[in-house]
């Protein structure tokens, strides 16, 4: 069980390549892995689904690995300090599971030009055979923002955090 809690990651540089069509499965979609970048050091791993691209996206599924991390609150609560250091009006929700062994940070996003917003989920946590913590990630971005769009996110939102505390994604970042 989570409750929620308010702590703090640092930027990190990414460099890619893109890659073979591996997939992994999030909310009965199935997404395909298009890109692997080193965070240096660190992993990256991106899936969209089918006939999207890591360029153009409405959803996306990634999975990180941090192996100098080792506090998943700490690593949510500095997701959440950068969020608010590039959108300071940018709502989140940061939840840590009773043991601290697992953080969750859900946030709603958007660009100074308001052309799109951009819902995501993070959640921090060791898996045995990987240093440091592992992150896995859901993003759904839209361009309608009126008022049904808005509830429509609002009822999806619980669904895929539910289904992120659930999720157990394969660890891939072979070319």
Not at 20 to 27: E, P
Not at 66 to 82: G, H, I, M, R
Not at 100 to 107: G, H, N, P, T
Not at 133 to 159: C, M, N
Request: proline fraction near 6%.
């Amino acid at each position: 069980m989570f409750h929620v809690a308010a702590l703090t990651v640092a930027k990190v540089a990414i460099s890619a390549a893109p890659t073979s069509d591996r997939t992994i499965a999030f909310d009965d979609v199935t997404y395909t892995r298009q890109f692997i970048g080193n965070m240096n050091p660190g992993g990256l791993a991106e899936y969209v689904r089918p006939g999207e691209t890591v360029d153009n996206w409405t959803t996306l599924v990634a999975v990180r690995n941090f192996p100098k991390l080792d506090d998943p609150s700490k690593a949510a609560a500095q997701l959440v300090n950068t969020l608010k250091a590039s959108n300071p009006d940018a709502r989140f929700q940061l939840l840590v599971k009773e043991d601290e062994s697992e953080a969750m940070v859900d946030f709603i996003t958007w660009p100074k030009d308001g052309s799109y917003a951009e819902f995501n989920v993070f959640r921090y946590l060791k898996r045995p055979g990987y240093a440091g913590l592992i992150a896995y990630q859901f993003a759904y971005r839209f361009t309608d923002t009126g008022p049904d769009a808005s509830e429509r996110v609002k009822q999806d939102r619980q669904r895929w955090v539910e289904a992120m505390s659930r999720a157990d994604f394969p660890i891939d970042f072979a070319r």
